[in-house]
T-cell receptor, first 113, second 111 residues
Framework: EADIYQTPRYLVIGTGKKITLECSQT?????MYWYQQDPGMELHLIHY???????EKGDLSSESTVSRIRTEHFPLTLESARPSHTSQYLC????????????FGEGSRLTVL | KNQVEQSPQSLIILEGKNCTLQ??????????LRWYKQDTGRGPVSLTI?????NTKSNGRYTATLDADTKQSSLHITASQLSDSASYIC??????????FGAGTTVTVRA
């Protein structure tokens, strides 16, 4: 069982609100990721981090921002949510290396009205 | 165009029957290929990893195959159970460790 946790699991908010999705892992992994998942579509990488104070944008352009102040914590923030941000957000972590197994959290489903 | 294509998009099978899922990729160079299982409302969990030199690998009732020459992989589920109902995602790692995801195959097992 992977030790990576996301909160909230479900969130319904109005347009213009600021939200933060939390992600924590207890495995000591250096690499952490945020993916966006829509029904019937492949996962899209929106942010990743190689370690503390490292953050990079992924393949899919996103208006969200991330921070990595501690190894175990990788929160994602939307300053002003819009209906187009409605999606499932998956956090993951992995060890740095070739085999690269991803350990995923259970996801945060965001609905913006 | 996605570099990892999965088929079928979805399938329904009766409990106890077998099924095979396909994954074709164009990622090059190739490092490894993983199959993940994603239950509804949960995050994906790795089932198997295939490297260039491996042809077949089993994990219980799940058997993955890899043909690196034709860039094809399959996941075979034997004697399906209701708990096998899930989405199965093929993920290919390239030479730079960049990951390419398939859109997944949704399997529904009916009693």
């Amino acid at each position: 069982e992977a030790d990576i946790y996301q909160t909230p699991r479900y969130l319904v908010i109005g347009t213009g609100k600021k939200i933060t999705l939390e992600c924590s892992q207890t495995m000591g992994h250096d690499k952490m990721y945020w993916y966006q998942q829509d029904p019937g579509m492949e996962l899209h990488l929106i942010h990743y981090s190689y370690g503390v104070n490292s953050t990079e944008k992924g393949d899919l352009s996103s208006e969200s921002t991330v921070s990595r102040i501690r190894t175990e914590h990788f929160p994602l923030t939307l300053e002003s949510a819009r209906p187009s941000h409605t999606s499932q957000y998956l956090c993951a972590s992995s060890e740095i290396g070739a085999t690269g197994e991803l350990f995923f959290g259970e996801g945060s489903r965001l609905t913006v009205l | 165009k996605n570099q990892v294509e999965q088929s079928p998009q979805s399938l329904i099978i009766l409990e106890g029957k077998n099924c095979t899922l396909q994954c074709n990729y164009t990622v090059s160079p190739f490092s490894n290929l993983r199959w993940y299982k994603q239950d509804t409302g949960r995050g994906p969990v790795s089932l198997t990893i295939m490297t260039f030199s491996e042809n077949t690998k089993s994990n219980g009732r799940y058997t993955a195959t890899l043909d690196a020459d034709t860039k094809q992989s399959s996941l075979h589920i034997t004697a399906s159970q209701l708990s096998d109902s899930a989405s199965y995602i093929c993920v290919v790692s390239g030479g730079d460790y960049k990951l390419s995801f398939g859109a997944g195959t949704t399997v529904t097992v009916r009693a």
